[in-house]
């Protein structure tokens, strides 16, 4: 489907025909991202991506070619991983050179701080219902689970679950931040 029927309304400022842009756009451009996945948030790239794409429709000119704003979404999503992964300097790294890293240096491990458990399990505990329903489903899958599997147990849709589990993180940095503890401290 070309979605690019809905591109003169968009350049007249027309949220609604960039939502329904958006509903037939996300997926291409999440999938686009993939090969980024281990290495930045997704999510966030894939966010802002959705933002530039808005702010620049106005000034796009098409080529003739169907569904040109999805190419340049994709491409500005992509940008945005490579810079994002530049930024944080994040190189992807092959099992067997892990292991061997791990081979030659194995650091002590740390012990649990007791008022950390207890300042995070008081911030989740105030959570709203929903984001704190995608981040203990996150967790309780420990990485063997799919998040389109984890939003279908949950009843939600992928994007759905998505935004729950991102403004989870919000929330609880949020929360931790008032108390003093920042993300950067734990080392995340």
Same mark, same amino acid.
């Given at each position: 489907?070309? !979605?690019? &029927?809905?591109? $003169? ?11 329904? #842009?958006?509903? $037939? ?19 966030? +790239? ?6 530039? +794409? #808005? ?32 930024? +944080? ?11 061997? *890293?791990?081979?030659?240096? +194995? ?26 329903? *995608? ?7 420990? $990485? ?6 984890? *939003? ?5 849709? &992928? ?12 929330? !609880?940095?949020?929360? &931790? ?12």
């Amino acid at each position: 489907m070309n !979605l690019d &029927l809905h591109l $003169g309304a968009i350049i007249e400022g027309d949220t609604y025909a960039f939502g329904q #842009w958006m509903a $037939g756009s996300e997926e291409t451009i999440r999938l686009s991202l993939r090969s980024f996945a281990r290495v930045v948030d997704v999510e966030a +790239v894939l966010q802002e991506s959705l933002l530039r +794409v #808005w702010q620049v429709a106005p000034r796009f000119v098409p080529d003739g070619r169907d569904n040109g704003l999805l190419r340049l979404g994709i491409r500005i999503a992509r940008n945005l991983a490579v810079s994002e992964l530049r930024r +944080v300097k994040a190189t992807p790294t092959d099992s067997d050179t892990l292991e061997a *890293a791990l081979a030659n240096d +194995v650091p002590a491990p740390k012990e649990p701080d007791p008022l950390l458990r207890e300042a995070i399990a008081d911030c989740r505990e105030k959570l709203p219902a929903k984001p704190r329903e *995608a981040l203990d489903a996150r967790l309780q899958a420990a $990485g063997g689970d799919d998040d389109s599997d984890i *939003a279908q147990s949950l009843g939600m849709k &992928l994007n759905t679950f998505l935004q729950n589990f991102t403004r989870a993180r919000t929330f !609880l940095a949020d929360c &931790l931040g008032k108390r003093g503890i920042t993300i950067e401290e734990l080392g995340a």
